[in-house]
């Protein structure tokens, strides 16, 4: 299974590892990208069942070229021969594309270039993006299945790539975060993940925290890899924390809120419902696809709606813990165990492996 470390990947790649550990499969993680930190490696080696491999090799959206992903391609299939696996899981899926995998080949839709662009821009792809869109869809084309981890994103998923056929959708799961003191519910409101990523949307929520008397709190990191940043002036920014500094966080309770324009899951959200937080989300399908019925939706771009909901949920605590129940019961549909034997039964439906596709490398 290939994995990152820079986003949601690598939490999801770890829980299903470990899911399917507690089934009797082994894992082998190529990790593609920047290597991940110490606490992430740490976590890594108390799955059980998990063999970490680093490649040193470049994400799709990293790469300066075709050629790049060609070769991580094959390191990719190489590693799948040497360990004699018997599925070759992408979460990168273009890499289909440009290899003969031994296996059948399943790809997963995290996210992509191009549904971020559809949903964030109303122009044309810019040539940058043309290629790595093109080979991404010789990789769905390449690959064996595909799955996308909500109905709404495997819809657009289809749209957006004119997929015959929509992706098979299993929602992700999570492992809920383990905490054993004790601590009070604080007055505050939360945002995490990758804030330097426009699609989050984590600017209007800073403009919104500055009409707010309560502060507002945002974990992860304000630069990314590929350049892009955001700086906050009402926004108090705790920086990248580590699982257990995100956990003690969330065992406070604060009111998690996520504006995301662009959001195919939303990892995040579901730590702290499973925590118990009231969340208060954008309109998204995404989140009303999970969330709906057990958290406040919030019009993403209009920064005085957004205030005002935070404040009625700050100041009305009763509904604030009617709501953090509701988002805690509702989390309970996203396990580990369902996600692992959704992907158990795709695995055994799969056909033979397709091998790599040849498309004309151009993108209408």
């Not at 990293?62 to 799948?80: D, Q, S, Y």
Request: proline share 7%.
């Amino acid at each position: 299974m290939t994995a990152d470390a820079v986003g949601g990947v690598w939490t999801y790649a770890l829980d299903l590892a470990e899911g399917l550990a507690a089934r009797g499969w082994r894992t082998t993680l190529a990790v593609l990208g920047p290597a991940p930190g110490m606490s992430q490696r740490l976590q890594a080696r108390q799955v059980p069942g998990l063999d970490l491999h680093l490649t040193s090799l470049p994400l799709d959206w990293l790469a300066e070229n075709p050629g790049e992903l060609k070769r991580t391609a094959a390191a990719v299939a190489r590693l799948c021969r040497e360990t004699g696996a018997e599925v070759a899981q992408l979460n990168t899926p273009s890499l289909a594309a440009l290899a003969a995998f031994p296996v059948p080949v399943v790809s997963v839709c995290h996210s992509c270039l191009a549904t971020w662009w559809a949903t964030m821009r109303d122009s044309p792809l810019p040539p940058d993006f043309l290629w790595r869109t093109t080979l991404l869809r010789q990789g769905y084309a390449a690959s064996s299945a595909l799955v996308a981890p909500t109905r709404a994103f495997a819809a657009a998923t289809a749209t957006v790539h004119d997929l015959a056929e929509q992706p098979t959708a299993v929602w992700n799961g999570r492992r809920p975060l383990a905490w054993t003191g004790s601590t009070s519910q604080v007055d505050s409101v939360l945002t995490l993940g990758r804030l330097w990523d426009e699609g989050k949307n984590v600017a209007v929520l800073d403009r919104a925290a500055g009409r707010l008397r309560w502060p507002v709190q945002a974990a992860g990191a304000t630069e990314g890899p590929n350049g892009a940043h955001i700086a906050l002036r009402h926004i108090h920014s705790l920086g990248r924390l580590d699982e257990t500094e995100v956990t003690v966080l969330l065992a406070q309770r604060p009111v998690l809120a996520s504006l995301a324009r662009y959001e195919p899951f939303g990892l995040a959200v579901l730590e702290a419902a499973q925590a118990g937080c009231a969340l208060v989300l954008s309109d998204i399908p995404t989140f009303r696809e999970l969330w709906d019925g057990a958290a406040v939706f919030v019009p993403p771009d209009d920064e005085a709606a957004v205030a005002l909901a935070l404040d009625r949920m700050m100041a009305d605590r009763a509904e604030r813990d009617r709501l953090g129940d509701a988002a805690r019961e509702r989390a309970r549909r996203y396990s580990t165990a369902a996600m692992s034997n959704a992907m158990l039964a795709l695995y055994d439906s799969l056909p033979q492996p397709i091998g790599p596709v040849t498309m004309e490398a151009t993108v209408p």
